[in-house]
């Protein structure tokens, strides 16, 4: 098993660029989350899925985040316009829904300049 | 608001001696309490989890106390090694598969 799949590892762009993060879940697994890593505010939720529907995205931060899960094996995160605020390590995790213990990936590590 | 409490933030054991890292929650719906450790530029992985029927878990060097009435949990790192550096978090969810709420954080150095 690859586990769960992030990428891009890294990305820079300048402020008010879109930017988009991707995730794969690890299959079987029918719930996945959003966190997102800062050394002010540590790993914060962002917003979870299960069987592809947002199930709470009351941790989405403002209007210019928003998530979608088109299907079992992809979700993408989307910030547009991006801020330097929004530099943060962005995480994806999976699980299978009623287990415990989730799985992360590797993160996307974000710099808006 | 911060739901799970973590101390310290940052902690010091020479090599072979015991780590301590202590979280305190409010929710008291909150029925799984897990451990996760993370290594620079890796994603948290699940080290030890703990419910709360029972009062300790112990997995290798690893051990969860569990306080009900206190609302309290603690890990336990014994015979530290310098390969355990690394930033710990607590953590705690309602209900299986749901949304984890995360403790700040322990950076912990093992000295050799």
């Known amino acids: 098993d690859a586990g769960v799949i992030q990428s891009p590892r890294h990305e820079v762009t300048e402020m008010g660029q879109e930017v988009t993060l991707r995730c794969k879940p690890i299959s079987g697994h029918n719930s996945l989350f959003w966190y997102r890593q800062t050394m002010m505010r540590g790993l914060e939720l962002l917003i979870y899925?299960?069987?592809?529907?947002?199930?709470?995205d009351s941790g989405m931060p403002e209007d210019r985040f928003s998530a979608k899960m088109p299907n079992a094996s992809f979700s993408t995160l989307k910030i547009q316009p991006s801020e330097p605020r929004d530099s943060a390590v962005y995480f994806c995790?999976?699980?299978?829904?009623?287990?415990?213990?989730?799985?992360f990936g590797s993160g996307t590590r974000l710099t808006v300049v | 608001q911060q739901q799970v409490k973590q101390s310290p933030q940052s902690l010091i054991v020479q090599k072979g001696g015991i780590s301590i890292i202590n979280c305190a929650y409010e929710n008291t719906a909150f029925d799984y309490f897990p451990w996760y450790q993370q290594f620079p530029g890796k994603g948290p992985a699940l080290l030890i989890a703990i419910r709360p029927d029972v009062s300790e878990k112990k997995e290798g060097r690893f051990t969860i106390s569990f306080n009900k009435s206190a609302k309290q949990f603690s890990l336990h790192i014994m015979d530290s090694q310098p390969g355990d550096s690394a930033t710990y978090f607590c953590?705690?969810?309602?209900?299986?598969?749901?949304?984890?709420?995360f403790g700040g954080g322990t950076r912990l150095m093992v000295k050799p």
């Open positions: 953590a705690a969810s309602r209900n299986a598969g749901n949304m984890l709420t």
């Open positions: 899925f299960n069987n592809n529907v947002p199930i709470d």
């Open positions: 995790a999976s699980i299978v829904t009623g287990t415990y213990g989730y799985t």
